[in-house]
């Protein structure tokens, strides 16, 4: 098993800037890969970013491309996504997954494990 705690949610301006944690525990040297998606209320979950754990391979939905940034740090266990230029359209609850096999890094059902979300506001 691997749990997951996202960090780092909250209220900001548009064209501010937030920075996610996703602290992994447990089982992680099996993890293969970790993604971020989101979930507005109403809409379903969009896959936002994923990386690779060995080859720092990322990917990236094309709503946030050049304005987001996934990066992980092997020795924390941790991944993070830094936000910035952000709208009020990124405003959903944002949740962390892992998954131990390659597969679409976009696809929500390819990941094993998740997080329980965190909530990112944006204003106008």
């Known amino acids: 098993q691997v749990q997951l705690v996202e960090s780092g949610g909250g209220l900001a301006q548009a064209g501010g800037s937030l920075r996610l944690s996703c602290a992994a525990s447990g089982r992680t040297f099996s993890t293969y890969a970790m993604g971020w998606f989101r979930q507005a209320p109403g809409s379903e979950r969009q896959f936002v970013a994923a990386i690779t754990w060995s080859g720092r391979v990322t990917y990236y939905a094309d709503s946030v491309k050049g304005r987001f940034t996934i990066s992980g740090d092997n020795a924390k266990n941790t991944v993070y996504l830094q936000m910035n230029r952000l709208k009020p359209e990124d405003t959903a609850v944002y949740y962390c997954?892992?998954?131990?096999?390659?597969?679409?890094?976009?696809?929500?059902?390819?990941?094993?494990?998740w997080g329980q979300g965190t909530q990112v506001t944006v204003s106008s």
């Open positions: 997954a892992a998954r131990n096999s390659y597969s679409d890094p976009s696809r929500g059902d390819g990941y094993d494990y």
